[in-house]
């Protein structure tokens, strides 16, 4: 199973960038899907998660910055990403949870002036 994730990039601080990741619709309909994060040198860590029943939850550090949104019809996951921090930058991933576990490959985000 292939998760196709994309969006990242590099980005001034304070600025936006939108992932997305589309998955098949198999998995996608019943499957908690979810971005993850490993900033350099550091271990990989939750950012956000979505369930099937749209139940959202995130990690201290993005509330209120960070908004995590499915789209049953496509198939896709998003993760909207306002004022970003330097502290930000890390390789995102894509997770799908249910029976079993996809990731994505990562999609590179960095942040800095």
């Known amino acids: 199973v292939q998760l196709q994730a994309s969006g990242g990039g590099l980005v001034q601080p304070g600025g936006s960038l939108r992932l997305s990741c589309a998955a098949p619709?198999?998995?996608?309909?019943?499957?908690?899907m979810g971005w993850y994060r490993q900033p350099p040198g550091k271990e990989r860590e939750m950012v956000a998660i979505?369930?099937?029943?749209?139940?959202?939850h995130y990690v201290d550090s993005v509330k209120g910055r960070f908004t995590i949104s499915r789209d049953n019809a496509k198939s896709s996951v998003y993760l909207q990403m306002n004022s970003l921090k330097v502290e930000d930058t890390a390789v995102y991933y894509c997770?799908?949870?249910?029976?079993?576990?996809?990731w994505g490959q990562g999609t590179l985000v960095t942040v800095s002036s």
């Open positions: 997770k799908a949870e249910g029976l079993l576990e996809y």
């Open positions: 619709e198999d998995i996608f309909k019943t499957y908690t």
């Open positions: 979505t369930t099937s029943r749209y139940y959202t």
